[in-house]
């Protein structure tokens, strides 16, 4: 398996435009986080998703960031407008079914760092 | 607030020697606990785990301690080797999907 693949990797935009980060969780997988990293706070849930459906939002910063999940294979995290703070690496993650042994074993995609000017 | 705290953020340890990194929680729902290693411009890859009813489990060279009164577990590593040098995160789970970590521990072990 591909593991989960995150796009794009590197994302530098000026303050105010619309930024979209990209992710595809790994086959069979019916769980998707979405992380943000930072120096201060470590790593934050944002949101996440079971089975398409957003579970857990509380994380999410503001009204300028929003999450979907069109389908099982593909989520999108966007930020608009963007503001220079918001700069982090963000984490796509993905987990098996809950009730399996690993259910709570969450595999991380490669990150997307944004850079807000 | 912080639910799962790694208070030290960094740790220096000579080869071959143990390595010690430790968390500590304070929602006693947690019932399954995670270690975490993240290499630069990775991200995160799952290491070890425990369920709240273990006080311990290992793999390999890599050993997880739970000791659920004092809210605190423990990674040890042993012995230390210059590849496990990395940022290592403690992450909880209350039953639910959604993981707590900390904030990290930047582990270096030197040759």
């Known amino acids: 398996d591909a593991g989960v693949i995150q796009s794009p990797r590197h994302e530098v935009t000026e303050m105010g435009q619309e930024v979209t980060l990209r992710c595809k969780p790994i086959?069979?997988?019916?769980?998707l986080f979405w992380y943000r990293q930072t120096m201060m706070r470590g790593l934050e849930l944002l949101i996440y998703f079971n089975n398409n459906v957003p579970i857990d939002d509380s994380g999410m910063p503001e009204d300028r960031f929003s999450a979907k999940m069109p389908n099982a294979s593909f989520s999108t995290l966007k930020i608009q407008p963007s503001e220079p703070r918001d700069s982090a690496v963000y984490f796509c993650?993905?987990?098996?079914?809950?009730?399996?042994?690993?259910?709570?074993?969450?595999?991380f995609g490669p990150g997307t760092r944004l850079t807000v000017l | 607030d912080q639910q799962v705290k790694q208070n030290s953020p960094s740790l220096s340890v000579q080869e071959g020697r143990i390595s010690i990194l430790n968390c500590d929680y304070t929602n006693s729902m947690f019932d399954y606990f995670l270690w975490y290693k993240k290499y630069p411009a990775e991200g995160p890859t799952f290491l070890i785990s425990i369920s709240s009813i273990k006080d311990k489990n290992e793999d390999g060279r890599f050993t997880v301690f739970l000791n659920k009164s004092a809210k605190h577990l423990s990674l040890h590593i042993v012995p230390s080797q210059p590849g496990d040098s990395a940022v290592y995160f403690c992450?909880?789970?209350?039953?639910?999907?959604?993981?707590?970590f900390g904030t990290g521990t930047r582990l270096t072990v030197i040759p």
């Open positions: 992450a909880a789970s209350a039953g639910a999907n959604n993981l707590f």
């Open positions: 086959s069979g997988h019916n769980s």
């Open positions: 993650a993905s987990s098996h079914p809950q009730g399996l042994a690993e259910s709570d074993t969450q595999y």
